[in-house]
């Protein structure tokens, strides 16, 4: 085969940079196996340099460390004999574009005289406008997947006559198409209009604007928000540790007091005791001097041992009775309170500038949205008590009049009929449980660190802050740290519950297609949460699959 065939056979798009949508000039092929221009390449990751994150504009792959940039020689080598291939070729092609121009030009004049003309239809709501119309725009019937292009009839008829055309693939032009087409082509971010945009775009509208591959403008804005992170733990950190000093300066200061006014105090019990050792002796003489019978020895002795000892008198010893620290504890509560004071303040201006990506959480609404978080949770046997028996895997527990032979185990409840799930709940979980009941069901979620042992109110599911709880009997009730909340809705066999554990959200629902909210809680979660349940006698809890 001559080179000038083979040349015609090459797919000339092989050659386009992915970038700059020219012939690649001074080509580099990076690890992901894709080829750029040299400087194209160059450009796009300086702008990341900053991030640590480089990625190929056509794949997206990322590399944490940027690839070195070497000269592929074997590509320039083909770029180059194929630029002088066609300029041998040149004089050649020109004079075949004429022929093939002049045939089309033929097939379409006697197509034009053969054919009728085509049916033109003036577009209305719905439809889409031809692409090729240049005056009035016309329905367009078909989208050419080659051309990436909508077409009316008038257009069209190239499209079924000529030879070279035909090989296009057509499909039914449509509204949803249109909408479809431009969110697929939109790869690069413009800074200057804060919008993303096609490859097309950036070469007319916003041609010459600051834009970026999304991907790379994703990592950066992720970055961005990392670093503010970061920054904001460090200046936190700073903070606590201030205060820790402080602390730890106050309690000092306090000890240094305390031990200052006790000095005194401890010298003042010294000399008390020596003056009631003293008075213990002179008692025990005269206890001795009371039964002598030498009446001149009794008078002289006794003289004697009446005077006092010392010179100080106790009466004059003075002694501080309140040691108080008001003044301490109430500069501590000033600042306290100036503290809250400026958080509650100020806090609302804590918040990064620039370009972010807002991220918008709203509850589900269709049972459909609430399975998207659907978790899969098993009973754990561990904490089961004696009078429930689990099956079907640990999804369901029964009430059972016969105490089960379950090992002893820390975990487990000795009091209350109850059972944790073995997963734990974290981020948005959702998961759905039917009841049937003798004496009534409870269905809750609860710290891991709930009570296990004994009948106190820290036990039981939503007797105490460490849980939350529905009651099912023939009527509903929430409660939580031992407050019953009524429910007037009627009791249904079908309960959904919804958790967004970072958003502090507890929700209980009827489980239907459009979710009765049955009760919702609002609160700060500062544990994992766990599935609990408590079954009365006759009882029985399924954890459903859904359906």
């Not at 085969?1 to 970038?19: G, R, W, Y």
């Not at 051309?147 to 509204?175: G, N």
């Not at 109850?418 to 809750?444: D, F, H, M």
């Amino acid at each position: 085969m001559k080179m000038a065939e083979a040349t015609s056979l090459v797919d000339h798009n092989l050659f386009i940079c992915p970038v700059c949508l020219d012939v690649l000039k001074d080509p580099v092929t990076i690890p992901c196996g894709h080829s750029f221009c040299m400087g194209c390449i160059n450009d796009c990751w300086d702008q990341n340099d900053q991030m640590g994150i480089y990625s190929c504009p056509q794949c997206r792959e990322t590399f944490t460390q940027r690839p070195v940039l070497r000269r592929n020689y074997m590509l320039a080598k083909v770029l180059e004999k194929l630029k002088t291939t066609e300029l041998q070729s040149e004089v050649k092609t020109t004079d075949l574009q004429s022929e093939v121009k002049t045939e089309l030009q033929s097939e379409v004049k006697n197509t034009d005289l053969q054919s009728a003309p085509p049916v033109l239809c003036s577009t209305g709501p719905g439809d889409v406008e031809c692409d090729f119309c240049s005056e009035k725009k016309h329905k367009a019937t078909k989208f050419c997947l080659m051309c990436l292009a909508f077409i009316c009839e008038t257009h069209l008829q190239p499209h079924r006559e000529v030879s070279v055309l035909k090989k296009h693939k057509l499909i039914e032009a449509s509204s949803h198409l249109r909408e479809m087409i431009s969110p697929q082509l939109m790869e690069i971010y413009s800074h200057f209009s804060q919008s993303f945009i096609c490859f097309m775009c950036t070469m007319e509208d916003h041609k010459g604007h600051d834009a970026v591959a999304a991907a790379t403008e994703r990592a950066q804005k992720q970055c961005s928000a990392q670093t503010a992170v970061e920054d904001s733990e460090k200046i936190f950190t700073e903070l606590i540790c201030s205060i820790e000093k402080k602390r730890c300066e106050v309690r000092e200061l306090i000890r240094a007091q305390e031990k200052a006014e006790l000095s005194p105090a401890e010298g003042l019990l010294d000399q008390l005791d020596q003056e009631i050792t003293d008075l213990k002796r002179r008692d025990t003489e005269l206890e001795q001097l009371s039964h002598t019978e030498d009446h001149i020895h009794f008078l002289q002795s006794f003289q004697s041992l009446c005077v006092s000892s010392g010179s100080d008198d106790s009466s004059s010893i003075s002694v501080h009775q309140h040691l108080s620290f008001d003044g301490v504890k109430k500069s501590l509560s000033n600042l306290k309170e100036r503290i809250e004071e400026f958080c509650k303040k100020d806090f609302n201006n804590i918040r990064p500038h620039g370009a972010a990506v807002q991220i918008l959480s709203s509850e589900p609404k269709t049972r459909r949205d609430f399975l998207k978080y659907f978790c899969q949770l098993t009973l754990d046997p561990n904490t089961v008590h004696r009078r429930l028996s689990l099956s079907e895997r640990n999804r369901v527990v029964r009430w059972s009049g016969e105490i089960q032979p379950y090992s002893t185990h820390p975990d487990r409840f000795d009091h209350w009929a109850q059972v944790l799930s073995k997963e734990r709940v974290c981020g948005r979980c959702y998961w759905e449980v039917e009841w049937t009941s003798g004496g009534g069901v409870s269905i809750a979620v609860s710290y891991k660190e709930i009570s296990r042992k004994g009948n106190g109110y820290d036990c039981g599911f939503g007797l105490n802050p460490q849980s939350w709880s529905l009651e099912c009997f023939s009527s509903l009730s929430f409660w939580h740290n031992n407050i019953q909340t009524e429910i007037p809705d009627p009791p249904s066999s079908r309960i959904g519950v919804y958790v967004d554990h970072s958003a502090g959200t507890l929700s209980f629902y009827r489980v239907s297609d459009t979710m009765s909210l049955l009760h919702t809680v609002h609160t700060t979660f500062t544990q994992p949460l766990y599935a609990g349940f408590w079954a009365a006698s006759c009882s029985t809890i399924r954890l459903c699959d859904p359906k």
